[in-house]
């Protein structure tokens, strides 16, 4: 894992990079399967299960929600992590604003093209610094990173930030999404650890 591409974190940092983590000299793209494309204009964002009246927001629709800069760490489950990463685009605050939850939905669902999905508890979701992002680092998002648009989930393990996000499912329980199906924990805390299931 050390090497060339991952340093161990210095004095400087060493508070910011959760225990196991390694910092990474680029920013790798850790996919799962295919990388699905899609233009920004066929961009949808369907939001539906326990909602009083499903949405689906459009590429458009998303431009015109307030747009904000999140500075944010990411921390991959498979060692590495990346300080200070800038993406643009919208507080999910922002995107559920107008959303009405019914009071019976305690989880979400994260949908994505391809057939990735990944679960959140609500309170995990409706977070002020998580966003709904089209721009990193002032470039528009690369496909291979998520583009047109991706969740980022900061707090918790990257796994919780999905790529080509399609869908957000209001759920009345938890359950699990891709990788948490397949042996990743289910809420995925990096400070603690929570890598895989027991
Ligand atoms: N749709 C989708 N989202 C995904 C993944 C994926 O395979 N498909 N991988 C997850 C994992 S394990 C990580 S570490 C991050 C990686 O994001 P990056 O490729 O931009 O570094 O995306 C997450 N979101
Ligand atoms: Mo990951």
């Known amino acids: 894992m050390l090497g060339k591409y991952f340093k161990a ?8 990079v959760p225990p196991g983590q390694y910092l990474a000299e680029g920013f790798p793209v850790m996919t799962y399967g295919d990388t699905p494309t899609r233009s920004p204009q066929d961009w949808t964002l369907k939001i539906w299960g326990l909602v009083e009246q499903e949405i689906t927001l459009t590429w458009d629709q998303l431009q015109a929600l307030p747009q904000r800069e999140f500075t944010a760490d990411f921390h991959c489950v498979t060692h ?3 300080l200070d990463v800038v993406w643009r685009g919208v507080s999910i605050l922002d995107v559920m604003a107008n959303v009405a939850i019914a009071p019976t939905a305690t989880h979400i669902m994260q949908h994505c093209d391809g057939g990735y999905s990944t679960n959140l508890p609500l309170g995990d979701f409706l977070r002020a610094e998580n966003c709904l992002a089209h721009t ?10 998520g583009g047109p648009v991706r969740s ?6 990257a796994w919780k930030s999905a790529k080509w996000i399609s869908g957000l499912e209001l759920l009345p329980a938890d359950a699990p999404g891709f990788w948490e199906r397949n042996g990743y924990h289910k809420r995925g805390n990096p400070w603690d650890e929570e890598r895989y299931s027991g």
């Open 9 to 16: 974190p210095d004095e400087s940092v060493r508070d910011r």
């Open 136 to 145: 990193l680092n002032g470039e528009p998002l690369p496909i291979d990173h």
């Open 80 to 82: 590495w992590s990346k």
């Open 152 to 157: 980022v989930v900061p707090h918790l393990y």
